[in-house]
Nanobody, 123 residues
């Protein structure tokens, strides 16, 4: 049974920063890929960033490239998403995800999910 728990969400003004954390029930390096997705009200869940757990190779959505950074600490079984220069359009529920298959931006291809943490950015 895989369990992922997100934390670190909150409300900030545009231009501010937040750091999200995702604690896994298993060691993160046992997964092939971990990632962050987000879903705004009435919209599809979209990929934000992914990271291969062993190699550290990352990928980002164009909308967050240069502002967000995904990382992981295998010893702590934890994945992070550092979010800088936040914009109102970043407002969404953010979800941590993991899989034993290669990284993808498609949410429906990930097998394991956290409960989500809300990020709200005001103008």
């Amino acid at each position: 049974q895989v369990q992922l728990v997100e934390s670190g969400g909150g409300s900030v003004q545009a231009g501010g920063s937040l750091k999200l954390s995702c604690a896994a029930s298993a060691y993160t390096y046992t997964y092939v890929c971990m990632g962050w997705f987000r879903q705004a009200p009435g919209k599809e869940r979209e990929g934000v960033a992914t990271i291969y757990t062993l190699s550290g190779i990352t990928d980002y959505a164009d909308s967050v490239k240069g502002r967000f950074t995904i990382s992981r600490d295998n010893a702590k079984n934890t994945e992070y998403l550092q979010m800088n220069s936040l914009k109102p359009e970043d407002t969404a529920m953010y979800y941590c995800a993991a899989n034993f298959a290669p990284c993808t931006v498609r949410a429906d291809r990930f097998g394991y999910w956290g409960q989500g943490t809300q990020v709200t950015v005001s103008s």
